[in-house]
């Protein structure tokens, strides 16, 4: 075939067929588009003010990078004096997230922003090494995922910044919002669609500036800006790759590459047919009507992670979301459940979770008439929000902490 | 003079600079570059396009068991792109691209889930 010429420019040689509208766009062309449209996501959704300070969650990885060079660029083009630094978590997997954060120190460096790194050894005193000893590789991506979400808000929390941008993208959003779909779980396919989460209870808000960025332009913004990201799938949880809804998005995305954004599209549309006062609401429920309402340039009050209220309920349903998707999972995709009561009893007499006694089980069972209804508080042990009394991280590392005190003896 | 063209033109081989990233480069030996010697034509005489190079990567350059991971029924998993020349291969015939000496051709996979 004769090469075709930019549609843009008409000079350079095509390089780029873009997956939304089929252009075909020059190198040169196609930055510049994929930046504006960056920029007009975070002007139209109002994500940034002036002067605020802004942790971009960085993993080393492709979206988190190119998240990281995106902004540092329109924020410097557009002036929205707004700080930037990253902020990552180290999982502490040996051969694995110590390669990918010597990738996010140099980033630090060719940005020129400050880089903090938690250790979930420092916030919980276990690494994912030292968890997957005790529990094995089955069900070990559902502490991981629970870990790091808290994670991201403890260590915002540390340096008093109060927004967190993460590098969730179209196909992230279509996986998701295809995942409660089929789950039908309103309340969560609500808080998937929202380019900015954020909880009364909670001071960190989150946003997603690459929401409606294709993965496939993602990658080749990193590869026409040669930029230096980390790709290698972690090593206790070589399946990744397979998961379920990540395949039927791509192999839709092969046969007509505008379901992507169609499918967010309409995952928007379904979130304000969702109605507000829904039994279980949390104590969002005015803010999350008020803000349906409005189209989206309001940030919607999620239930942030709100615990479900059957802690047996809830396991199952985890290990049921990493079988059907572990990938989302890693990717930090929200991973709590909330069930109605009645659910919750259900779940609760169909046995007891791996990592908890009978007889507490019989205790939570004993609780649920006792609250008919989620109110988000306190985790009495860390204080981070919770349903419950303690959250969901502190329950998990309860139940490690025996198995832990068992090895001891 | 006939049969030795032809027998000629058959012998002919091109190099190529084959390169994977993304995670695929974990499929062949952790190399991230391959430099390749290909015949011109396969052997039905037509020049080799990138389908009959997809399939020769898999019989040839891949070292892991999982071709699943890079192949599925005969065509190239969903969600990995190709740039041929720095030029995304849905601007140059896709599978058809006829591979031409001195190519560089770039698997990059999108379904990391690390």
């Known amino acids: 075939m004769p090469p075709a010429l930019c549609v843009s420019c008409k000079t350079e040689r095509a390089l780029i067929k873009r997956p939304k509208n089929h252009e075909k766009l020059c190198k040169t062309c196609f930055i510049r588009v994929f930046e504006d449209e960056v920029h007009h996501t975070i002007t139209s959704s109002g994500l940034f003010q002036p002067g605020e300070n802004v942790a971009i969650g960085a993993s080393g990885g492709k979206d988190s990078t190119v998240l990281a060079s995106v902004l540092k660029t329109l924020n410097e083009r557009h002036h929205y004096g707004v700080n930037l630094l990253l902020l990552s978590i180290d999982e502490g997997i040996k051969g694995y997230r110590d390669d990918s954060l010597e990738t996010v120190k140099r980033n630090a460096v060719q940005y020129e922003m400050p880089l903090k790194i938690v250790g979930y050894d420092e916030l919980y005193g276990w690494t994912m090494d030292q968890v997957v000893e005790t529990i094995g590789k089955k069900g070990n991506c559902t502490y991981c995922g629970v870990f790091r979400r808290q994670a991201l808000d403890r260590g915002s929390k540390m340096l008093g910044i109060k927004h967190v941008v993460t590098g969730h993208n179209a196909d992230d959003m279509a996986e998701t919002i295809l995942m409660n779909l089929l789950r039908g779980d309103l309340p969560r396919l609500s808080r998937s669609t929202s380019i900015m989460t954020g909880s009364d209870a909670s001071d960190v808000k989150r946003s997603k500036p690459l929401k409606y960025a294709y993965e496939k332009e993602i990658v080749l913004y990193a590869h026409h800006k040669k930029l230096d990201y980390f790709s290698t799938e972690c090593i206790y949880s070589p399946e990744a790759f397979r998961g379920s809804a990540r395949s039927l998005i791509k192999n839709l995305e092969r046969v007509r590459p505008s379901a992507i954004l169609d499918i967010v599209r309409s995952g928007e549309d379904m979130a304000r047919l969702v109605p507000g006062a829904v039994p279980d609401a949390c104590g969002c429920k005015g803010k999350a009507a008020a803000a349906t309402a409005t189209d989206e340039t309001d940030g919607i009050g999620g239930c942030g992670s709100a615990a479900g209220r059957s802690n047996g309920g809830e396991m199952a349903a985890m290990e049921r979301q990493l079988r059907e998707n572990s990938a989302a999972t890693e990717k930090g995709l929200e991973t709590e459940v909330s069930l109605p009561a009645v659910a919750s009893s259900t779940s609760t007499n169909s046995g007891p979770a791996a990592i908890k006694p009978k007889t507490e089980l019989k205790r939570a069972g004993q609780v649920i008439p006792i609250v008919p209804r989620q109110k988000l508080g306190s985790c009495e042990k860390c204080g981070y929000m919770s349903s419950q009394k303690l959250c969901q991280a502190c329950m998990l590392l309860e139940g490690l902490n025996k198995n832990r005190a068992e090895v001891v003896l | ?114």
């Open chain 2, 1 to 114: 003079m006939a049969p030795n063209a032809e027998q000629l033109a058959m012998a002919k081989e091109i190099k190529v600079v084959i390169e994977f990233s993304g995670g695929l480069e974990m499929l062949f030996s952790d190399k991230r570059h391959h430099t390749l010697s290909l015949p011109a034509k396969d052997i039905a005489g037509s020049p080799i396009t990138i389908a009959w190079l997809i399939q020769y990567l898999c019989q040839n350059t891949m070292d892991d068991p999982r071709s699943e991971l890079f192949v599925l029924d005969q065509h190239l998993r969903p969600g990995i792109l190709v740039l041929i020349n720095d030029a995304d291969w849905e601007l140059e015939g896709e599978e058809a691209y006829e591979i031409q000496d001195g190519d560089n051709i770039l698997f990059v996979s999108t379904l990391h889930g690390g």
